[in-house]
């Protein structure tokens, strides 16, 4: 029954984070999820003498505990609840990761899969009902002008790029892959991608001495990407439509202990919070860290003291072994400054797996 279970830990996880970027808040799924951790953390015990905790451990589970608290102030119980769920599953794919790390040795394969299988979805949307529109979903239109595909396949570039530098068989299938990363930039019209994909690449070509042979093509990818990122701008003002972290700002300072995680709109509703006459209603903060301090009050200065911990933690020390899974935790980290991916389940479990792969030894 043991070996049963472990050997369809691969599908379960799989699954999870396809189904968690599908769309909505479904309670029964989450459920499931915890239930799965569960029982993952009953038979680690019993297989492993030592389950170990990564650094930032008991900060998160403090954070946990506090978030739970909100509940008890927060105005939209459900709301606050299900951000509750998951970003306590976060927590669980954090500490799997960081104790089971050889069992995720296929990691790039499986985001790789994941954006293959969002990235056609998203495209057979788009030409057959472009009008389809889910905030929460990979594979819909965000808003008539904005999709999250590309946010995902922000992580994804550097497998690809990875790839055809390294593996001189198959670069045919490896280019395709590439452009039809291009294609879904260009329907997403997403800033943020693009943004994030330039710190990871960034990072990635500091780190590899072999794609530093490479500068042109690099140089090649800066200069594509602002002119996509200036190009997506004509119709849609880049600092204007950040004026929602002034609305937070506002808003923590009127409300000290929050109003709950998951009720920014709260906050972007209040005439209070219009500072300077912004008054564009959000129902998110576009932010994860005013998100939470949103939602937490001066209670979130648990995750903004543990997220610094386990930043440092990440970088500290120079693996290039690792350096897949520091850029995946790079890119989703400066996407979840700028956009509310944070809330979508697929995007933030890969942030903490990413996170739990690239602090362990093991």
């Not at 306590?88 to 299988?117: P, Q, R, T």
């Not at 472009?130 to 922000?154: E, G, N, R, V």
């Not at 120079?318 to 350096?323: P, R």
């Amino acid at each position: 029954m043991k070996n049963l279970f472990l050997k369809l830990q691969p599908f379960l996880l799989t699954g999870s984070l396809i189904y968690g970027g599908l769309s909505g808040q479904n309670f029964t799924f989450i459920t499931a999820v915890l239930i799965w951790f569960t029982l993952t953390f009953f038979i680690l015990a019993l297989t492993k003498k030592i389950i170990r905790y990564p650094p930032g451990f008991y900060l998160y589970m403090l954070f946990l505990i506090f978030f739970a608290l909100n509940l008890f102030w927060t105005k939209n119980f459900w709301s606050t609840f299900w951000y509750l769920l998951i970003f306590s599953a976060g927590f669980f794919f954090w500490v799997i990761a960081y104790n089971l790390k050889k069992e995720f040795k296929h990691f790039d394969k499986l985001i790789l899969m994941i954006g293959i299988i969002f990235g056609v979805l998203a495209t057979y949307n788009y030409v057959t009902n472009p009008l389809l529109m889910d905030s929460f979903s990979l594979h819909k239109m965000s808003t008539k002008d904005h999709h999250h595909i590309a946010d995902l396949w922000a992580v994804i570039f550097p497998v690809i790029i990875i790839n055809l530098s390294t593996n001189t068989r198959k670069k045919i299938i490896w280019l395709l892959l590439l452009l039809s990363g291009f294609y879904l930039m260009y329907i997403s019209e997403s800033r943020t991608s693009i943004v994030s994909l330039l710190v990871g690449l960034f990072y990635l070509f500091y780190n590899s001495a072999e794609l530093k042979k490479y500068k042109s093509v690099f140089y090649s990818f800066i200069f594509l990407g602002l002119f996509l990122f200036l190009f997506f701008a004509r119709s849609k003002p880049t600092l204007p439509n950040r004026g929602y972290y002034l609305q937070g700002i506002s808003g923590i300072i009127h409300h000290p202990l929050g109003i709950g995680v998951g009720n920014f709109g709260e906050f972007s509703s209040d005439p209070d919070n219009h500072i300077f006459g912004y008054s564009d209603y959000s129902s998110v903060g576009m932010n994860i860290f005013i998100e939470i301090f949103a939602g937490m009050g001066v209670f979130g200065i648990i995750f903004l003291v543990w997220f610094i911990k386990i930043f440092k933690s990440v970088f500290k020390k120079s693996n290039n072994t690792d350096v897949i899974y520091k850029i995946v935790f790079l890119v989703l980290t400066t996407n979840f400054m700028f956009d509310f991916t944070y809330l979508i389940p697929t995007m933030l479990w890969l942030w903490f797996i990413s996170l739990g792969l690239s602090q362990s030894d093991a």
